[in-house]
């Protein structure tokens, strides 16, 4: 559960996804990802979803699905900023930048822990629904938010 965050409802009305673009498609699962809701997130994945890292890590289903939960109790203030969008068929390109605190588990939040950092995110939607979710980006501002919290 997030904390602090308003959730929007999502709606999975086939009607209203029909006339979505790549581009609506992975807006709304960054929509999800900003609200800290991963039954939203779960709802536009396909079931063969992946979820590779900055460093060509893959996840694939069901794990991806507790990643979210657990990557929002390490972050509870995650947000993604997108600045521009580019797509091509099945395939949206979303650049901007991602940012939150990191909290150590059974931790308290720090204002020190505050990172921010450029980022690149490719979408592969099938079906009006995400398959592929890859992030590029540079882990380092949070690594060593994390290295510092760490005792």
Not at 68 to 94: C, K, Q
Not at 111 to 135: C, M, Q, S, Y
């Amino acid at each position: 559960m997030s904390r602090g965050r308003r959730r929007e409802p999502f709606s999975t009305s086939p009607a209203l996804h029909a006339t979505l673009t790549s581009e609506d498609v992975a807006r709304k699962f960054v929509d999800r990802i900003n609200a800290h809701d991963v039954a939203g997130l779960i709802a536009l994945m396909t079931p063969n979803h992946t979820f590779v890292d900055s460093l060509g890590e893959k996840s694939i289903r069901p794990a991806i699905e507790k990643g979210w939960s657990r990557y929002f109790d390490m972050v509870p203030d995650y947000w993604i900023r997108i600045d521009r969008t580019f797509s091509d068929g099945d395939t949206a390109v979303l650049v901007g930048l991602a940012g939150g605190s990191y909290v150590m588990e059974g931790g308290a939040w720090r204002p020190e822990n505050k990172w921010d950092t450029p980022a690149v995110w490719i979408a592969r939607i099938e079906g009006k629904r995400v398959a592929e979710w890859r992030i590029y980006s540079d882990n380092e501002p949070v690594r060593a938010k994390m290295k510092k919290s760490t005792p």
